[in-house]
């Protein structure tokens, strides 16, 4: 995956189908540990890489932003999902799904995750 797409498809390797496959095996895997881990985690995945853009790459300032920002996201969520089905509510990890979920797959096709892009 080191190597350019013309040098891998004059290997032989199939690129975009390989690409595909690895970003389905992405998903694959996210939501295998979401579903055992809970969705709660996606603030791992968002607000770090949101931090990095707001306040740069030095972690005396991303620690403490991101500890903050995690804190007010996953406040706003909560409080979304007991306002949007009045006199019920929905759960924070079901609001905090639909944040993280598109977000994972935005940063998985611009390769922000190790290398990882989808053609």
């Not at 013309?6 to 390797?13: D, I, K, M």
Request: net charge positive; hydrophobic share 55%.
């Amino acid at each position: 995956m080191k190597l350019g797409d013309q040098q891998l498809a004059g290997v032989g390797v199939p690129v975009t189908a390989m690409r595909w496959w690895l970003l389905a095996l992405v998903i694959y895997l996210t939501c295998g540990v979401t579903a055992v881990i809970g969705t709660i985690p996606f603030m791992g995945i968002v607000i770090p890489n949101i931090g990095r853009r707001v306040v740069g790459h030095d972690y005396q300032t991303l620690i403490p932003f991101s500890m903050l920002s995690g804190a007010w996201l996953l406040l706003i969520a909560d409080t979304v999902g007991r306002l949007v089905v009045l006199p019920s509510e929905l759960a924070a990890a079901s609001i905090m799904t639909v944040i993280g979920g598109p977000f994972l797959v935005i940063m998985l096709q611009r390769g922000a995750i190790h290398g990882i892009k989808a053609s």
